[in-house]
């Protein structure tokens, strides 16, 4: 039967990783686009769309059209702050993200999980729009949601699952998780990957920007399941650990 996947998430939330496993996986034609408008007129029978779009009328219709099936993923918004922190510093197109309502300032570049601008940022109206696809996409309940914490726990238990959702097998997952590996993707001219480790926050924002973060935000930490443990980290130590895994 024909299959077409569309996912649908927050920016560094392990869409790349997923699309490009299950493409493999399930024999399906990769498009990545930054809006729906861009996506060709003609689809091809099998792909895969990855894309960070709003949960809005005209783009639900043509996902419905088109028979498209959904996958959603959520990510710490901590963690994805963090890697966004990363990202922004080799990839310019992170400008393109939901068309620049990220609004995300050139000041970051330079910053750390410590800084002024960071807290700014993580609490401005860019980061509710970075937050918000996950968010709202989370409640359509035809959605196949999918933490990104679960895919790195178990990734070939989880793809295999995923698979099946889909009424798809595969034989060849462990070799497809092989070549999309972390260091595969920190290998990237854009430097795509960097961590990939849950929870990594925890080491690098400091206890009272988390906690602003988390005042913020607590409708999105909350509809998607993630607590905010008190790391209770200062500002000193969260610089120091930054500038440590920066280095290395």
Known sequence: MPLRIAIISSPRSGNTWTRLVLARALNLQEIAVHNWTDLPG???TDCIVQIHWYREPNFQSFLRENK??????????????LSMLHFVRYE???????????AIPPELIDSSPASAAFSRYATSWGAENLLSISYQWWHDPSALRIRYEELVRDPKGKFTAIAKVFDRTTERIETILQENNLENFRSMPNRH???GQPGLWQQLIPTTTALRVY?????????????????LI???VAKRNWERLRSN
């Open 92 to 102: 310019p197109m992170t400008a393109r993200w939901l068309e620049g309502n990220c």
């Open 234 to 236: 200062t500002r000193a």
């Open 193 to 195: 990957g960097w961590r």
């Open 215 to 231: 005042a913020y935000h607590c409708r999105v930490f909350n509809a998607l399941g993630y607590p905010i443990p008190l790391s």
């Open 68 to 81: 498209f099936r959904l996958i959603v993923l959520a990510r710490h918004p901590l963690d994805v702050f």
């Open 42 to 44: 003609e689809l091809p």
